[in-house]
């Protein structure tokens, strides 16, 4: 019951949103558009823009890895970090999606989420149910407990703001002390080897800044052509999750730098000394080449699909497999784990579709996803 209190809390909280910040800010829907098109440009050709890719980071002085498996993603991460301990993370789908969390504190390594629905859902050891808001399923109440069983020190019926205080308190420590950053990306600059992180709580902030390592994970979908482009995915997909404009947008372009003498630009300066951009296949090269799964691709990950969907509302959002959930997910559960089981539990509802700032056809690529299941092409 809980899911579904927490769930439907959430849908009106956000929906209403999001049309509000459409209706007041109509240059979101053409920027929208702009990049659809600058995504599509890039998919039709994928390993051209990921060599440039590789180029551009490397020119300002970053080390760029391409992985082409969740075990290989792993073990390139696990050789950045060496015998580092201390490690904070970021929310990354992808870093999830590899397994990342979990093989590191496997290896013995101090690994804390440090974005408030991650942080949730790591302390109550349970997968997360939307690509936006990790414990979308939580009520406040179980949040409370939850935080206070673990933490301690929160007072009964505890405020929204009590509960996000006593988490702060906990992981400014965590920040202070780290030794590696691991982030997502929101979007990466082909041209300029950037990459772009959207954020409201300033943890990414501290996840970037303060460690002497950033490790950024990302899929190739998330490879647009120009860092004007990156710029419009953070604003486009922050506009359309409800978030805008958002409280932080993160700029990175290698390792910390300065030019203060003699406008001669050294690194590293006050912030990492190394960053690292890990770009993952995983199944996506494939997908770009495939007629009937490559529109999947231009996901930007605001996560409003699941909002529209009955199925997603119904199943108190346990649809997909995680990271992968909803709408968007039953396609990408398929893509990258190759699961079509979420894909059959679609109703072809179609709110998806209207919603998509990509105007993906969500409804038709599952149907197509089902048909190769019936086929026994799967």
Known sequence: MSWEIAINRTIQNNVPRVYDVLERHPYIKELAKELRDAKLEVLNNLERYIDQTVESVKRVGGIPHVVSSSEEGREVVAKIVGDRKKIVLGKSMVAYELGIREHLKNLGKDVWETDLGEFLIQLANEPPSHIIAPAIHMSKERAEELVRDVLGGLPPNSTHEQIVAKVREFL??????????????????????????????????????????????????????????????????????????????????????????????????????????????????????????????????????????????????NWGVPPYTGPMGAMWSYMVYGDPKPAMLCTHSGGCKEVCPMKINIPRVLEKIKARWWKGSI
């Not at 030794?179 to 709580?201: H, M, P, Q, R």
């Open 172 to 317: 400014r420590d965590k920040f202070v002390n780290a030794e590696v950053g691991i982030t997502g990306a929101n979007a990466v600059a082909a041209d300029t080897g950037s990459i772009i992180l959207v954020e409201n709580e300033g943890n990414i902030r501290f996840t970037t800044v303060s460690p002497s390592v950033h490790i950024s994970v990302a899929g190739f979908e998330k490879i647009v052509p120009t860092l004007p482009h990156a710029m419009m995915e953070a604003m486009v997909q922050a506009a359309y999750a409800g978030l805008y404009p958002p409280t932080y947008v993160n700029l990175t372009s290698g390792p910390s730098s300065t030019g203060d003498i003699e406008m001669k630009r050294v690194s590293p300066a006050h912030g990492p000394k190394e960053f690292h951009l890990v770009l993952v296949d995983n199944g996506r090269i494939k997908a770009s080449k495939d007629p009937e799964l490559r529109e999947a691709l231009l996901c930007i990950r605001c996560g409003r699909c699941h909002l529209h969907c009955p199925v997603y509302r119904v199943l108190d959002g």
